[in-house]
């Protein structure tokens, strides 16, 4: 051990410290003249140039990334942070406006990230709608690491159009030889290969799971298979799953099933699929149409060629070398495995053993199943998986990304619930207005207005539609793009179509389903019902030319009982009241009802609580009113407050 221990000193890697002893080798070897100085002035450089006078961050940064862009310890970020009262760890994220006084304190200007390209090209090249993961994902990554990867699709349709025979179909085609009872395990997503090259199914429920994942900002879709029955031909459904398909902006292929049906009538259905613009290739048109019968496994085959030949044009790409990131398709809680999860890979490679964070959701992945339920080490790029291993049950569309550790997913999920919780507290504000529209357009915010019409009758359609046309051809700066057209009453499904392609829905001479109400809510959309055309399309041209001014009502949110007045020196005479109903705010105009008479109408001067300025009283509380140019309370009197909102969800 000795022999051993003397060995490992004999041969340093390398000297301790700068200017101490060199190496046994060179020990009785002097320094050169040029070593020397060339050593002195790298060192007095190193001590002149000190941290930089500037740094670019993105939005967001972890404190250890900025403390090394400044060139300092993170130590010394903690505690300029701890002096402000931030009490951050070195992997926890910090926005930018906290970085920017961390950088005051140390003497260092922080500035965003400028972009490499100047934006009016980027906006060139940008397709319509907002960018999909997979196009940010790939902005990020440098060409030579990309490599082709499997297309993403999803099938949708009319109900009993045969779209569940057909990913039956699809599936048993690619059934490996003795697997009995092919797939062993629905994970709502699914891989099938054709001459080596894959193709990743997503088997959703319709196009409303469709839209509420684009809704999320997760459009993972890279081509929509619309299914249509030949003997039915398109229905109201087909109509809506086309335009949910089109918002996506993803290529659409047909496939015209049930062609084995004695009252199928191929050419019949192509000629209505031509009159919503999908015109077939073999009618001089650019989008395919196949024939399929599932049953017999006619025409399937072809099918996945097309599919094949359409996304290839789309030169999908994606670098399966880096921590993995994509979305959650579906999720549920197994009674024996806990919280499970179908996670669709788009970038990089996800490995058994990786920390996972998905929102508000931590875990590790203990164990992945692919959509026959065997166990598998890892997923590329487009490849469905089911994991086990997470702290609770992620929402469908949620985006998954891999960390570093545990502690970094758990602070990371922590952190997003808490930010979610601040938002519930602030008012939800409306991403599209048609009273602020123009406004957006003259700052070019937006391009195009769109829009989703709910009507009555189809008498009332074609006019609607054809007005609002018109109105094109008089507005250059910005384009009306009717997303989706039908009749009955607004649903669900038409303010998430909404809510994904940050929508106006128009309606008229229709109402409004409960659901949709409390979406439009929560989401912020706004809803415009209309009993008069010439209405609906006035305030639209009213709205592109910045003439629509926004419409206001006046609701009573709370009354009060004055049960005594009190005189305070220098103040005056303050009411004594009782809250009966609603609340009492402090900036709500008031009307003094005596008698049933209103005798003063004007703001409130203070509103207290005890000794406390307070914004609001609540029912069955007393409180202290005072009102400006009004001191005559007598006992009796009842308070009116009211508050004046903008009218969102009626026009006529």
């Known amino acids: ?246 918002a996506a902006g993803v290529p659409i292929v047909v496939a015209l099933t049930k062609i084995d049906k004695p009252n199928a009538n191929v050419d019949r259905v192509k000629q209505q699929l031509a009159d919503l613009g999908l015109v077939p290739e073999d009618w001089g048109g650019e989008t395919i149409v196949v024939p399929v019968c599932a049953i017999t496994g006619e025409g399937v085959q072809e099918l996945l060629e097309n599919i094949l030949v359409v996304t290839e044009l789309e030169g999908l790409k994606a670098n399966p070398n880096r921590p993995a990131m994509g979305t959650v398709i579906e999720s549920g809680l197994d009674r024996t495995r806990g919280p499970m999860a179908t996670l669709l890979v788009q970038n990089g490679t996800l490995h058994v053993g990786d920390n996972l964070v998905i929102g508000e959701v931590w875990g590790r992945v203990r164990a992945m199943f692919d959509e026959h339920g065997k166990s598998v080490k890892e997923a590329p790029p487009a490849t469905p998986v089911q994991v086990i291993g997470l702290s609770g049950v992620p929402p469908a569309g949620e985006i998954f990304e891999v960390v570093s550790d545990e502690r970094t997913a758990r602070t990371i999920a922590n952190e997003r619930a808490e930010e979610r919780r601040q938002r519930e507290r602030q008012p939800t504000a409306k991403a599209v207005s048609l009273e602020d529209i123009f406004e957006q357009v003259q700052a070019g915010e937006v391009k195009e207005l769109n829009l989703i019409l709910k009507v009555d009758v189809q008498g009332s359609l074609e006019p609607i539609v054809n007005s609002l046309e018109q109105l094109n051809e008089r507005h250059e700066d910005v384009q009306l793009r009717i997303l989706h057209q039908g009749l009955g009453n607004i649903s669900e499904s038409d303010v998430m179509l909404a809510v994904a392609s940050k929508a106006i829905v128009i309606g008229f001479n229709v109402g409004v389903d409960a659901a949709a109400h409390r979406m439009a809510e929560s989401e912020g959309v706004q809803i415009r019902l209309y009993d008069v055309i010439y209405h609906l399309v006035e305030d639209i041209d009213k709205a592109l030319r910045g003439l629509l001014e926004p419409e206001y009502h006046e609701i009573v949110i709370g009354h009060a009982e004055v049960r005594q007045v009190f005189h305070i020196p220098r103040r005056g005479k303050v009411a004594g009241c009782y809250v009966t109903d609603g609340i009492a705010a402090r900036n709500a105009l008031v009307r003094v009802r005596r008698n049933g008479t209103v005798i003063h109408e004007g703001r409130v001067a203070s509103l207290k609580r005890f000794q406390e300025d307070v914004s609001e009283v609540r029912q069955d509380f007393e409180c202290g009113i005072a009102l400006e140019g009004f001191e005559d309370f007598e006992v009796g009197d009842i308070l009116e407050f009211c508050r004046t909102e903008q009218v969102a969800q009626e026009a006529s």
Not at 45 to 65: L, W
Not at 77 to 98: E, P, R
């Open 1 to 246: 051990m000795a022999n051993r221990s003397r060995r490992g000193r004999a041969t340093p890697r390398g000297p301790r410290r700068r200017g101490g002893r060199p190496p046994r080798k060179d020990r009785n070897k002097a320094p050169s003249r040029e070593t020397t100085a060339a050593v002195a002035e790298a060192t007095e450089q190193e001590q002149s140039a000190g941290p930089p006078r500037e740094i670019e961050i993105p939005e967001a940064i972890t404190v250890r990334d900025l403390a090394e862009k400044m060139g300092r310890s993170p130590i010394d970020v903690i505690k300029v942070l701890m002096n402000f009262g931030v009490m951050a760890a070195i992997n926890q994220t910090i926005d930018f406006d906290t970085a920017v006084i961390v950088g005051e304190e140390m003497g260092i200007e922080v500035k965003p990230i400028q972009p490499e390209r100047p934006e009016p090209a980027e906006e060139e090249a940008e397709p319509a709608g907002p960018k999909t993961l997979w196009q940010k994902v790939l902005e990020t990554e440098r060409p030579e690491d990309l490599e082709p990867r499997p297309p993403v699709v999803t099938v949708l349709g009319h109900v009993d159009h045969g779209k569940t025979t057909l990913l039956d179909a699809i599936r048993h085609t690619n059934v490996v030889e003795g697997e009995a009872g092919g797939i062993t395990q629905h994970i709502g997503a699914y891989q099938v290969e054709l001459d080596g090259r894959k193709i990743t199914f997503l088997d959703t429920p319709g196009h409303e799971a469709f839209t509420a994942m684009r809704a999320r900002g997760a459009q993972v879709t890279d081509l929509v298979v619309l299914v249509v029955a030949a003997d039915d031909g398109v229905m109201p459904q087909t109509r809506e799953a086309l335009d949910h398909a089109r």
